[in-house]
């Protein structure tokens, strides 16, 4: 059972710098997918940003040029580096795990726990 933990969600104000990270923990394959969802009051989950253990990104159309994911492999951690803050990317932030055998996703999802991030204007 694949366990993930956030941190680094916090109250901050529009074009300010955050960074989150998340640790996963259990059994963690060595061909799998991480990152980051958000969801928003009143809305749907939606990606973020993710990143495989071969480092090929996603990254939504919203956050490009202002969030960057990366990860430390043999940590099993992902940060999501977010830059020039807007008051839209206020939400629940999600970290992500799932499985890949060569470019599959297999198996269940797994989701942390959340970490708020609010950004006032």
């Known amino acids: 059972q694949e366990e993930l933990l956030e941190s680094g969600g916090r109250s901050v104000r529009a074009g300010d710098s955050l960074r989150l990270s998340c640790a996963a923990s259990?059994?963690?394959?060595?061909?799998?997918?991480m990152g980051w969802y958000r969801q928003a009051p009143g809305k749907q989950r939606e990606l973020v940003a993710t990143?495989?253990?071969?480092?090929?990104?996603n990254d939504a159309d919203s956050v490009k040029g202002r969030f960057t994911v990366s990860r430390d492999n043999a940590k099993n951690t992902v940060w999501l580096q977010m830059n020039s803050l807007k008051a839209e990317d206020t939400a629940v932030y999600y970290c992500?795990?799932?499985?890949?055998?060569?470019?599959?996703?297999?198996?269940?999802?797994?989701w942390g726990q959340g970490t708020q991030v609010t950004v006032s204007s």
């Open positions: 990143v495989t253990s071969r480092e090929i990104t």
């Open positions: 259990g059994s963690i394959d060595s061909l799998n997918v």
């Open positions: 992500y795990y799932r499985t890949m055998f060569r470019t599959l996703l297999i198996g269940p999802d797994y």
